[in-house]
């Protein structure tokens, strides 16, 4: 199985970026999407989980009203769109594929496979 992220970059405050995971040997569509981040000294944060079936979705309070995650699924991947980005969401974001119950969905162990992170850099 393997998750290739992509989409991070430089962007300004206010900006946005959409990020992707493309997965292979592994079905998106049944299984949870969770995306995290970790920012340089600080420990891994989760960000957002997207379950499938069902379509629903959990944001932390740090980015809900800002990301929203998305998938297509004829190309198995997942998306991950930051609007109004700022400073302090500059870390690499990885996406994770698994099927945690809902009171661990924050907690990375319940994550399975891992992509390799993309970089997000918000700066003036």
């Known amino acids: 199985v393997q998750l290739q992220a992509s989409g991070g970059g430089l962007v300004q405050p206010g900006g946005s970026l959409r990020l992707a995971c493309t997965a292979s040997e592994i079905t998106l569509n049944s299984h949870g999407v969770a995306w995290f981040r970790q920012a340089p000294g600080k420990d891994r944060e989760a960000v957002s989980l997207?379950?499938?079936?069902?379509?629903?979705?959990w944001y932390s309070d740090s980015v809900k009203g800002r990301f929203t995650v998305s998938r297509d699924n004829a190309k198995n991947t997942a998306y991950l769109q930051m609007n109004s980005l700022n400073v302090n969401d500059t870390a690499v974001y990885y996406c994770a594929v698994g099927n945690p119950i809902l009171s661990t969905w924050r907690d990375s162990r319940s994550y399975r496979y891992w992509g390799q992170g993309t970089q997000v850099t918000v700066s003036s």
């Open positions: 997207s379950r499938s079936p069902g379509g629903m979705r």
